[in-house]
């Protein structure tokens, strides 16, 4: 998303408009809390009436698509660079990453590239430590990292963190069509669905299931990282932080619960490299790299996760 709460450190922000960052916080509140309400609405809304396998099947694939968007694209190729891809793949994962109204392309990034340069410290847009160790200090920092953070008044400096991506003409020109990949990723659905059932009320139930919920779901599940995944799991590996692994969310994060090696090896294009640890995002690269479309991926080798490995972890292969 947008807009992040702990005060910038490293370079000089950039002047707003007072009208645009009131635009852009209202923004922020309408697609945050909107997509919260129709995710409460959906269990009572689900039980008899206006859910079929239509709406599934759709809330299912654009889920798929703009959760990949934001793990493949903007997290391990943007963010990281984890492999090179060629034009076509670049933009089109742009594109997708767009679809899960986390934001643009280009803020996103940065922030979780600053998110990364002050991991869990002062400066991280998101950490649950922030506010110390009580319990009442966590439960604080809990919200701060899953969602409170999107509606402080804090940006993080683009131009500090992603000179690469606004010196990119296509990801720029992407970035600042997001209101446009807002209107597809809500619109898509409802059109799907009403042409499909030559109904109005086919495409009210996509728009509901696949557009709003799908935002819903995703949004927390990222979130989900940021909060649940710096607070609680497994750290086999040794990181500067405390993000761990939390295995319940690997399936609907497509393998960013892994989050302990992720903070390791930050460019490691795999995140879930023990036996078991399924990570759907690394599965994708590897289809785009078989495609010719990604290349110089940065698979883990079992000399480095060795090096990577707490003393007191065994040690483990690295995986095909």
């Not at 998303?1 to 923004?27: C, F, N, Y």
């Not at 709406?55 to 963010?79: K, M, N, P, Q």
Request: aromatic content about 12%; some cysteine.
């Amino acid at each position: 998303m947008t807009i992040s709460t702990a005060p910038e450190r490293a370079g000089p922000k950039p002047v707003l408009d007072g009208r645009r960052a009131h635009g852009e916080s209202a923004l922020v509140h309408v697609f945050v809390i909107l997509p919260m309400l129709a995710l409460v609405a959906a269990v009572p809304f689900a039980w008899g009436w206006g859910l079929s396998w239509l709406d599934i099947g759709l809330a299912v694939g654009f889920y798929l698509l703009s959760g990949f968007g934001v793990t493949v694209g903007f997290h391990r190729y943007f963010t990281h660079r984890s492999f090179a891809a060629n034009r076509g793949l670049r933009n089109g994962l742009a594109i997708a990453g767009s679809l899960a109204l986390q934001g643009d392309v280009i803020t996103w990034v940065a922030d979780h590239r600053r998110h990364h340069a002050y991991s869990d410290k002062e400066g991280d847009p998101h950490s649950p430590w922030l506010f110390g160790t009580t319990p009442a200090a966590l439960a604080k920092g809990f919200w701060h990292a899953h969602t409170g953070w999107l509606f402080g008044k804090d940006r993080t400096n683009a131009a500090r963190f992603t000179p690469d991506l606004l010196a990119d003409r296509d990801i720029a020109r992407i970035s600042r069509h997001f209101p446009l990949w807002t209107v597809v990723s809500l619109l898509a659905p409802a059109l799907v669905g009403g042409l499909a059932t030559m109904s109005w009320w086919g495409a009210l139930t996509a728009f509901f299931w696949a557009g709003l919920v799908r935002v819903a779901v995703l949004h927390h599940v990222t979130w989900s990282i940021n909060s649940i995944c710096h607070m609680l799991g497994e750290r086999p590996f040794a990181s500067r932080d405390k993000a761990g692994n939390v295995w319940p969310l690997a399936i609907l994060s497509m393998g960013e619960s892994w989050h302990n090696l992720h903070h390791a090896d930050p460019t490691c294009a795999r995140h879930g490299v023990r036996r078991g640890q399924i990570d759907m995002s690394a599965r994708v690269i590897w289809a785009f790299e078989k495609l010719g479309w990604a290349t110089e991926v940065r698979w883990p080798t079992a000399s480095r996760l060795a090096r990577l490995a707490r003393a007191d972890t065994p040690s483990v292969p690295a995986p095909q």
